[in-house]
């Protein structure tokens, strides 16, 4: 919520039943964090109206039945992977260097992120002067990284932690550098960052199938839950 927050100009509102996250310019509200007992049904409904809701399995059972039987759908499903010191298993190309990025690198991690994502220039992460906000805003609890290889910058990614968790967000590779181990050896060297930096646990978000998830599960990522993301269909 906090990336959300610095980068997108998000804004979190606690609302007894959840943490409702809205974009200033455009995007759908998203409702995480659950807490409605499901005898307090209609006033989540009544929140979550033009919304996605994600469930996770913190969620408290029967909210989500609740929410299907007046025609919330799921949208979307995503899984989030933990990865733990005894699990980890860097797999690193020497040819490979990835290294933290300053204020003056900034825009060329920027380049590589809209490369690797394919962002819309409408999208608040396209612009520049968001991402050199969101690492002002974020500096104290967050590593930058750029990967790159004989041809020059080639991936991305951000490291954020919060006391013994990390998080590692944004990762991504220029198309003409996928499968030669950009990805692989970046996110391994931001595992082995969080680790070193005394995290306990590293999570990350991702689709379900796909060359992603292989990779995350190559360098000692696991399954950690699934998550659903609910909206009117």
Not at 28 to 47: F, H, I, N, S
Not at 85 to 91: K, Q, S
Not at 133 to 157: E, I, T, V
Not at 180 to 186: D, F, I, S, Y
């Amino acid at each position: 919520m906090r990336v959300a927050c610095a980068w997108q100009g998000a804004t979190v509102t606690d609302l007894g039943l959840g943490w409702m996250i809205r974009w200033p310019r455009s995007g759908v509200p998203v409702l995480l964090g659950v807490t409605a007992r499901p005898e307090q049904l209609p006033d989540l409904l009544a929140a979550a109206q033009g919304a996605q809701v994600v469930i996770t399995p913190a969620t408290p059972p029967g909210v989500e039945r609740g929410l299907r039987r007046y025609g919330f759908r799921v949208c979307r499903i995503s899984l989030v992977l933990e990865c733990r010191p005894e699990w980890a298993r860097p797999t690193l190309r020497p040819e490979i260097e990835v290294a933290e990025v300053t204020q003056a690198d900034l825009d060329t991690w920027h380049r590589v992120f809209i490369s690797a994502f394919g962002t819309p220039a409408g999208d608040p992460m396209a612009d520049p002067l968001a991402a050199r906000q969101a690492f002002a805003a974020l500096a104290d609890r967050s590593c930058w990284l750029l990967a790159r290889n004989g041809h020059g910058p080639a991936g991305c990614g951000i490291l954020y932690q919060e006391r013994e968790i990390a998080f590692l967000l944004a990762v991504g590779t220029l198309p003409s550098a996928r499968r030669r181990g950009v990805g692989t050896t970046l996110v391994s060297t931001a595992v082995s960052r969080a680790l070193a930096g005394n995290a306990g646990l590293v999570f990350l978000e991702t689709a379900r199938e796909g060359i992603a998830r292989r990779l995350y599960q190559r360098v000692g990522f696991r399954v950690a839950y699934q998550r659903r993301t609910l909206m009117v269909s």
